[in-house]
């Protein structure tokens, strides 16, 4: 307990002294697989402190609170608190390979089918899953380094990078990432960019959704469905 407690302490001092995102030696940035990080203002977000401190502790839920708390001790905004994600396979290699008229040749294939977050719209405090389809294909039956980075952005500024580090064989795949919204993220749409990269191959797509204001306790949302039979889309 006391070794998590004195992790935790060190973060938040780091933080409080102006500790950014880590970086290699080449001065681009650092990741692990399944790990987060990102800024709001210059300060570094709720989403790689949560991600750290649910490290150290062994409870991401944990990590989550103590994100939010150091979050606030800085003045930051706090950025999105990522779980650990949720992976399925869709098709094998040879059911992949013929959806792609896939031939050996062509060498390493990196293919993003699909990206989306649902819902769609949710308020501050709300959780929402980070969902990719992919597809990765290298002519054998060998597995890959698989890199599928999401991060997420409000309007131009960083609000969080999840990247996980994977070994897959050909075939395709989805994958779930559940992110937890900040109570204090600002209202508006965000972006999605989610790319995949394996050794010789990659691919990029976005996706946007919206963030709304939280309700007040007993506070009821109305939508309307449609005016004179024309549906209506809310936001």
């Known amino acids: 307990m006391v ?20 970086t290699t030696s080449d001065g681009t940035p650092s990741t692990v697989g399944s790990t987060a990080t990102g800024a709001l203002g210059g300060a570094a977000t709720g989403a790689g402190l949560g991600a750290l401190i649910g490290l150290a502790t062994g409870n991401v ?7 939010a708390i150091a979050g606030a001790a800085t003045g930051a905004v ?36 699909s990206v989306n977050v649902t819902p769609t719209s949710t308020s501050q405090g709300g959780q929402v899953d980070l969902n990719s389809d992919y597809t990765v294909l290298n002519g054998s039956d060998q597995p890959m380094p698989v890199d599928l980075t999401q991060s997420i952005s409000y309007q131009g500024t ?8 994977l070994e897959k064989k050909s075939g395709t795949y989805k994958m779930t990432v559940p992110a937890t ?39 009821r949302e109305i939508r309307l469905v449609s ?3 024309v549906p209506v889309k809310n936001f």
């Open 227 to 229: 005016v004179n039979g």
């Open 3 to 22: 070794q998590k407690l004195s992790v935790l302490f060190l973060i938040i001092a780091l933080l409080i002294s102006g500790f950014g995102c880590a």
């Open 61 to 67: 839920a944990h990590g989550a609170a103590y994100g």
């Open 181 to 219: 919204i900040p109570a204090n993220a600002p209202e508006g749409r965000y972006v999605l960019v989610t790319k995949l990269q394996t050794p010789s191959a990659r691919d990029e797509k976005s996706c946007e959704f919206q963030v709304g204001k939280k309700m007040a306790s007993g506070e």
């Open 78 to 113: 706090v950025g999105f608190i990522y779980a650990k994600h949720q992976e399925q396979m869709l098709r094998d290699r040879q059911a992949a390979e013929s959806t792609y008229k896939y031939q050996p040749a062509q060498g390493e294939r990196a293919i993003l089918e």
């Open 158 to 165: 960083s609000m969080g990078t999840t990247s996980n580090k």
